[in-house]
Antibody
Framework: ELQLVESGGGLVHPGGSLRLSCAASGFTFSRYAMSWVRQAPGKGLEWVST????????HYPDSVKGRFTISRDNSRNTVYLQMNGLRAEDTAVYYC?????????????WGQGTLVTVSS | DIQMTQSPSSLSASVGDRVTITCQASQDISKYLNWYQQKVGKAPKLLIYDASNLETGVPSRFSGSGSGTDFTFTISSLQPEDIATYYCQQYDDLPLTFGQGTRLEIK
């Protein structure tokens, strides 16, 4: 059974840092792009980052570019999101999502999400 | 950035009704449009990909159509378990963008 399990969320002060992890199982992890998508409380979905299957290419929207870094360890079947310079507007549930073999594709499996709260 | 505009933002319908949600892209995205269902407190679930392809295991009452800038998502006969918020999402270009969501309620 395919599973994505996020961890690492919590309460952090503005300007602080946090690293999220997403452990994958049930599929050949190294063959697929992986992404992070977030959802602020009561709001819609916002794409945060994507990394290609090899890890050789990463992409971000302007809202997090320069502050967030996505990475992956294909030997551990895990994708990470390093978040620096956190702001109140980064408060959200962060979902890990499996993509396709190419950079641009649908998100066909999602984790349960991990809550990040940025507050003083 | 490609803007995705969904309508309506909320919808109330009766069990057995045919329900339609539309999604309009700010530029041509060909067929690169997905539809997701999100129930309260849960992660989104992929229902339709490439505008009209039903994801494996998704009931056939769900369908999608369209290409270019105008897309439609349909539930042919609404069931109580379909209560959720539905999102469209384009993947023609980065940044990937979602519609604002359509909240579906039972009348």
């Amino acid at each position: 059974e395919l599973q994505l399990v996020e961890s690492g969320g919590g309460l952090v002060h503005p300007g602080g840092s946090l690293r999220l992890s997403c452990a994958a199982s049930g599929f050949t992890f190294s063959r697929y792009a992986m992404s992070w998508v977030r959802q602020a409380p009561g709001k819609g979905l916002e794409w945060v980052s994507t990394i290609t299957s090899s890890g050789g290419s990463t992409h971000y929207p302007d809202s997090v570019k320069g502050r967030f870094t996505i990475s992956r360890d294909n030997s551990r079947n895990t994708v990470y999101l390093q978040m620096n310079g956190l702001r109140a507007e980064d408060t959200a549930v962060y979902y890990c999502a499996k993509g396709g073999a190419t950079l641009l594709s649908q998100f066909d499996y999602w984790g349960q999400g991990t809550l990040v709260t940025v507050s003083s | 950035d490609i803007q995705m505009t969904q309508s309506p933002s909320s919808l109330s319908a009766s069990v057995g009704d045919r329900v339609t949600i539309t999604c309009q892209a700010s530029q041509d995205i060909s067929k690169y449009l997905n539809w997701y269902q999100q129930k309260v407190g849960k992660a989104p679930k992929l229902l339709i990909y490439d505008a009209s392809n039903l994801e494996t295991g998704v009931p056939s009452r769900f369908s999608g159509s369209g290409s270019g800038t105008d897309f439609t998502f349909t539930i042919s006969s609404l069931q109580p378990e379909d209560i959720a918020t539905y999102y469209c999402q384009q993947y023609d270009d980065l940044p990937l963008t979602f519609g604002q969501g359509t909240r579906l309620e039972i009348k």
